[in-house]
Nanobody, 116 residues
């Protein structure tokens, strides 16, 4: 059974940084598409950063230049480096992985709170 386990969320002051991790376990195979999404209270889930096969990356306009998505294939882990955090970045962050025939999965979510 495939599981995605996220970590790295927490409370940070405006201007600070956090790095989220999403570790995949189980019989996953290769990652075809992976991404980070977020959902703030009262709002719909939105895409933050998506990385596809061929290293094509799409960032939300609101995070361009501040967030970076990356992967470590050997560890089957996806990261989201978040710099210059703003209060409006406060949300629950979810990772997503498409393993092709092995299926598509979501992490359980990790809370990020940006506040002074």
């Amino acid at each position: 059974q495939v599981q995605l386990v996220e970590s790295g969320g927490g409370l940070v002051q405006p201007g600070g940084s956090l790095r989220l991790s999403c570790a995949a376990s189980g019989s996953t195979g290769s990652i075809y598409v992976t991404g980070w999404y977020r959902q703030a209270p009262g709002k719909q889930r939105e895409s933050v950063a998506v990385l596809t096969t061929g290293l094509n990356i799409v960032y939300a306009d609101s995070v361009k230049g501040r967030f970076t998505i990356s992967t470590n294939s050997a560890k089957n882990t996806v990261y989201l480096q978040m710099n210059s955090l703003k209060p409006e970045d406060t949300a629950v962050y979810y990772c997503y992985c498409n393993f092709g025939s092995a299926g598509r999965y979501w992490g359980q979510g990790t809370q990020v709170t940006v506040s002074s």
